[in-house]
């Protein structure tokens, strides 16, 4: 019985993880695709897809299901296990992924006829997407579902994303018995709509995410007062508030902020200003949200939606879909919200609204999730002076501002409780996505702090659920034209300038200088480590 690391090792998207619970008997944890930019390279797949009897899904999101549609490209006819709800958001997002690896791949091609080269395949098609979707089988939370002789699943509310969850797997190979955990994304408390993450009574072996795995949210910050201020000093000064949003999950969520705001009357001097979703996807995503078991929504959503209201929907919510409806949005001077598709700005309808507010001072752009390395969502929240958007230099004069308070991922802290809530202590923890260094730390927080055994597997390596012992251990492989740490502006193609590269170090010294406030409160270890190493650059 052996558990392989595919993706998400050392890196936090393209979740993917083999198990051969019996011999030659293969199923995967995810198979997710990758976002942003890497520096590793991430495990093949050992065998053909048509090998993998089942995939099990911990939710929705891209970066932990993306690749289905691939699988089934190359082979794959098993079945996918997953919660309803997750099946539901899947079927509207790989719809979307296959059309945007549709339309990606015909605009590579008309690039390729004009210089004479061949046309360029999708990925996956809509019809590959289409095809994955009739092999979900659904299931519920909390029962155990016997998929095969030796292999047993019980689905866990993970709190990040409606239809979330841990994934519970009871194994047996020859008379043994093996209790793995995968825990996908682990949800942060309090979030709103969807319930809190619950805790797991017991494991042999635990695969835990680290996103958050070295740092604490700031829990003195609440989302909703935040919001209300950046909504007034951005209406004040008649500009307009610009939100990139992930479709699924944030979207929801910032639509039962601004609920709350209008119903409770938080800001009466602009009480009618509209809010534009501007995403097919999210309003997809928002009908699947209303149409959801109510048993997966939290207390307060539920007592909302008994008072005969939505938690979601208020006056002053308008969804545009069509393209040209999106356009028309910024010739229309009056003060607005705009919710637009791709949360960190690397494409969607979000590139069209940022390039016709960032040159804007009135205007704020509110980041209200994690931005990547290298994506044009971390370059403007970096500081960047101007960006590039469809081949037009833009100079950066919005507010760039940052909803702290919301965050669909546990911290440290919550990544640690959940762990402390087994029972029976897993005798190994196993740590993916998580940026190359966080996936390390987080592990030795885990060794030292709950005294359990705990790695941070790079790509490829193999481990022995029966035996509990090492088959393959590998290291970092970085990609092409990588080295470690390379990353931001620098990094991309591009022909630099003596002003250029200045930016860049004023750049670099103020992400030192937010590095260094972040670190306040921690181990005087850590602060002397970073003071030594200053003082030797110096
Ligand atoms: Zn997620």
Same mark, same amino acid.
């Given at each position: ?14 979740? /993917? ?7 030659? =008997? ?78 990606? &791949? &015909? ?12 046309? *360029? ?98 829990? &003195? ?12 000093? !951005? ?14 999950? =944030? ?23 509209? *809010? ?41 919510? =308008? ?55 290298? !994506?044009?969502? /971390? ?20 507010? *760039? ?27 190994? *923890? ?43 251990? !590998? ?64």
């Amino acid at each position: 019985m052996k558990i392989t690391f595919l993706g998400a090792a050392h890196q936090v998207t393209g979740s /993917r993880t083999m198990v051969e619970w019996q011999e030659n =008997r293969y199923f995967l944890v995810d198979c997710g695709m990758e976002q942003g930019i890497n520096e590793l390279e991430q495990g093949e797949m050992p065998v053909p897809a048509s090998r993998i009897e089942y995939v099990f899904l911990t939710h929705a999101h891209i970066d932990h299901s993306g690749l289905l549609p691939l699988l089934y490209r190359q082979g794959f006819r098993g079945t996918i296990y997953a919660t309803a709800e997750t099946m539901n958001l899947c079927s509207i997002m790989l719809a979307d992924s296959a059309q945007i690896q549709e339309t990606d &791949a &015909a605009s590579e091609t008309k690039k390729n006829q004009r210089k004479g080269m061949k046309a *360029v395949e999708p990925l996956y098609t809509a019809e590959d997407a289409a095809e994955t979707m009739k092999l979900f089988q659904p299931c519920a939370y909390g029962k155990a579902y016997m998929v095969d002789e030796g292999l047993t699943i019980r689905f866990t509310d993970a709190g990040h994303l409606l239809g979330s969850a841990f994934l519970e797997f009871f194994l047996e190979e020859s008379g043994k018995q093996v209790k793995l955990v995968c825990s996908g994304d682990v949800g942060n408390t309090h979030q709103p709509i969807i319930r809190d993450p619950e805790p797991v009574a017991e494991a042999d072996y635990v695969l835990i995410e680290s996103t958050y795995g070295t740092r604490d949210h700031d829990r &003195a910050v609440e989302p909703i007062p935040v919001l209300t201020e950046i909504l007034r000093s !951005t209406f004040s000064r008649g500009g307009s508030v610009i939100i990139p949003s992930f479709a699924v999950g =944030r979207t929801q969520e910032l639509l039962y902020f601004f609920r709350e705001i209008k119903q409770r009357h938080l800001l009466p001097e602009y009480e009618q200003f509209p *809010v534009y979703v501007d995403s097919p996807l999210a309003n997809e995503a928002t009908a699947v949200f209303l149409q959801c078991d109510t048993s997966c929504l939290d207390e307060d959503a539920r007592a909302i939606m008994a008072e005969g209201e939505n938690p979601i929907w208020f006056d002053g919510l =308008r969804t545009t879909v069509s393209a040209e409806e999106s356009k028309a949005l910024n010739d229309n001077p009056e003060c607005k919200v705009i919710i637009a598709s791709g949360g960190m700005c690397e494409g969607g309808r979000i590139r069209h609204h940022l390039k016709h507010h960032l040159w804007n001072e009135k205007d704020t752009i509110l980041f209200a999730g994690y931005q990547a390395n290298g !994506t044009l969502g /971390r370059i403007i929240y970096d500081g960047a002076p101007e960006v590039k958007i469809f081949g037009e230099e833009i100079d950066v004069n919005a507010k *760039v501002a940052l909803l702290n308070g919301v965050s669909g991922h546990a911290d440290r802290s919550g990544l640690l409780d959940w762990l402390k809530h087994f029972q029976k202590k897993p005798c190994r *923890v196993f740590v993916n996505h998580g940026d190359d260094d966080y996936c390390t730390e987080f592990a030795r927080t885990v060794g030292e702090q709950l005294h359990i055994p705990a790695d941070a597997p790079y790509a490829g390596a193999e481990f022995d659920l029966l035996k509990g012992e090492w088959i393959r251990i !590998t290291g970092p492989v970085y990609r092409k034209g990588m080295t470690k740490k390379d990353e931001g502006p620098s990094s991309r193609n591009r022909k630099d300038t003596k002003e250029m590269v200045w930016q860049d170090l004023q750049t670099a010294l103020e992400n030192l200088n937010r590095h260094v406030r972040g670190l306040k409160g921690h181990s005087n270890d850590e602060i002397r480590k970073l003071t030594e190493a200053i003082i030797r650059l110096c």
